[in-house]
């Protein structure tokens, strides 16, 4: 999401492909092979400054996994609300878009980003199945969707959905704490599709995180006495096993047992070189760190 410049529409300029391609090298410098895009962010703008790095060096598509996601139409994209387009003719039309800004022929994994309520789930599976035997698709995923929803899709698709891409991290913690709110008052709070892990995990849909690295908030910009302490805490264990406190962070969410991939979000190539041994080292962290950081930063005992 961070490249391509700013949000306003129109054409990158050079110093946006420069920049991107500084984030693309310091990713694969550090064992990342997979890049999460979608049609909307920076209005088209990230995918088309990625496309021209594709092309400025040559052999690095087929190194890569590339996904990107579609369903999200902004304020204003053909002169309408913002609103969110899961009908198949306007997702055949974004793939083509997106392989035209990506300069390629194929993409690995696509995303549906939002449920869309008036979306005909037939209609949606069916213009899935026949961007995958055209070979412009070679998989298909979801992004911020419940399991009945997740069910009702793949029961009409041909193909196995490989992924669900939801919000997760030390600080935006509900996916965790659906499991353990209930029977307590707190569960009426907690938004959370329960169940949702359960379901990917029995299916073999791997989760993905987005806000991996919750913004910065446990190693950088510190707001709450909570993230303050979690921050001092992440910075003791990353001395401890060699490392940074973004990879503790990150090792945070791959020890779960539903071996969450995180999705780092940043194109600062140093914070992404900051992650390097999260994508290099199997997570470094006993049963009693796990729960001390998420204790710490929920600021409360458990239930």
């Known amino acids: 999401m961070g490249l391509g410049g700013g949000w306003e529409p129109g054409a990158p300029e050079p110093a946006d492909i420069d920049a991107a391609e500084a984030a693309v090298e310091a990713a694969l410098d550090s064992g990342i092979t997979t890049f999460d895009h979608a049609d909307i962010y920076r209005h088209g703008k990230a995918e088309a400054v990625f496309g021209e790095v594709l092309a400025r060096t040559p052999g690095l598509r087929e190194r890569i996994t590339l996904q990107t996601k579609c369903g999200i139409r902004l304020a204003g994209q053909d002169g309408g609300p913002g609103r969110y387009d899961l009908r198949g003719a306007s997702i055949e039309r974004r793939v083509a878009e997106s392989l035209d800004r990506l300069r390629t022929d194929v993409i690995d994994v696509l995303l549906l980003h939002r449920p869309d309520p008036l ?38 698709l041909d193909v196995p959905l490989v992924a669900n891409q939801l919000e997760m991290s030390l600080h935006s913690r509900d996916w965790v704490e659906a499991g353990v709110l209930l029977n307590t008052s707190g569960a009426t709070a907690n938004g959370f599709p329960h169940g949702t892990l ?76 900051a992650c390097r041994d999260a994508a290099l080292r199997e997570p470094d962290l006993t049963h009693e760190e796990w729960y001390e950081l998420w204790i710490t930063a929920r600021a409360l005992p458990l239930p």
């Open 198 to 273: 359960e379901h990917c995990r029995a299916h073999g849909i791997r989760l993905q995180a987005w806000g991996a690295l919750a913004q910065g908030r446990f190693t950088g910009r510190e707001e709450t006495p909570a993230e303050r302490a979690t921050a001092g805490l992440l910075a003791d264990l990353a001395r401890k096993k060699d490392t940074t406190p973004e990879t503790v962070l990150l090792w945070w969410l791959a020890r779960h047992p539903a071996r969450i991939a995180p999705v780092i979000g940043t194109a600062r190539p140093d914070r992404i070189r």
């Open 119 to 156: 979306a005909d789930p037939d209609d949606t599976a069916a213009a899935l199945m026949s961007l995958h035997r055209q070979g412009l698709v070679r998989a298909f995923g979801v992004s911020n969707m419940g399991a009945p929803q997740i069910a009702a899709l793949q029961s009409r």
